[in-house]
């Protein structure tokens, strides 16, 4: 399985959302599986796009969602 499908929270052999790419399965199968997840460490531009990827996937699954205001305080501290 290559891709996470939002929607239905699994693993697939087919991209259904662009933003969901094999580089952004790899990082969720990472968290996911990982017994520390403290301790990943993402250069930039992945922490970007795990970040965009939470959010979207939060959106389907949450009503009412709304990204936080502080997202973009937080994105200007990393950057």
């Given at each position: 399985?290559r891709?996470?499908?939002?929607?239905?929270?699994?693993?697939?052999?087919?991209?259904?959302v662009?933003?969901?790419?094999?580089?952004?399965?790899?990082?969720?199968?990472?968290?996911?599986?990982?017994?520390?997840?403290?301790?990943?460490?993402?250069?930039?531009?992945?922490?970007?796009?795990?970040?965009?990827?939470?959010?979207?996937?939060?959106?389907?699954?949450?009503?009412?969602?709304?990204?936080?205001?502080?997202?973009?305080?937080i994105?200007?501290?990393?950057?």
């Amino acid at each position: 399985m290559r891709y996470v499908n939002p929607e239905s929270g699994n693993f697939t052999d087919q991209q259904s959302v662009q933003l969901f790419d094999e580089e952004i399965t790899g990082v969720w199968k990472n968290f996911i599986t990982s017994e520390n997840i403290y301790g990943i460490k993402l250069p930039r531009n992945l922490r970007k796009k795990m970040i965009q990827s939470l959010m979207y996937y939060y959106s389907l699954h949450i009503d009412g969602f709304r990204e936080p205001v502080s997202l973009s305080v937080i994105q200007q501290i990393y950057d």
